[in-house]
């Protein structure tokens, strides 16, 4: 089953997506986290949240080829975040065709996958081209994760909606 939590910066969709995935795997799940070590502040928050999670899941790092490291995972795997992993690939200069042919090869494998993602279409259009390729890709790419999940869940103030 492939699933999709998607919501605001802070709505709860982590926590929600953790709990979700915790009571449908038969194992520890695979915390698959996308963020890339930035500096010194960044390495401390991300060793902290790896100690809180250290007795429910297994944490896998990676940044950007996602079907490689889930292919190699027995159980459920949990991906967090997609927003950051859209992040990485444009640091990267991957293009949206790379982005959407990762996630349509990691969409096909056999694996429970839950995945988190940052509504980012509810604010205003952002003045630097960067800011606003990242919004259209993220826009894009979350239509097509949602149409290709099993379950898509929307999340406000650390309360889910079923949408799909």
């Known amino acids: ?4 939590f998607i919501g605001g910066i802070k709505s709860g969709k982590s926590r929600l997506a953790e709990a979700y995935i915790r009571s449908i795997s038969q194992t520890k799940p695979v915390y698959l986290a996308t963020t890339e070590f930035i500096d010194e502040e960044m ?3 991300i060793d902290a949240h790896k100690k809180m999670r250290e007795e429910n899941f297994i944490t896998v790092e990676e940044a950007l080829y996602l079907k490689e490291k889930i292919a190699l995972q027995k159980g459920a795997v949990l991906v ?4 950051m992993w859209i992040n990485n690939m444009l640091y990267y ?5 790379e982005m959407e042919a990762e996630l349509a090869s990691v969409l096909q ?11 980012v279409g509810c604010g205003i259009i952002p003045e630097n081209k960067l800011a606003r390729e990242f919004v259209d890709i993220s826009g894009r790419l979350s239509q ?10 929307h999340v406000i103030a ?3 909606t079923k949408i799909k």
């Open 1 to 4: 089953m492939k699933t999709l």
């Open 80 to 83: 967090e975040c997609l927003s």
């Open 93 to 97: 200069e991957k293009s949206f065709d």
């Open 144 to 153: 097509f994760v949602a149409s290709q999940c099993d379950e898509v869940y």
């Open 109 to 119: 494998l056999e694996q429970d996958i839950v995945f988190v993602l940052n509504d």
């Open 158 to 160: 650390g309360m889910s």
């Open 43 to 45: 390495a401390q928050k």
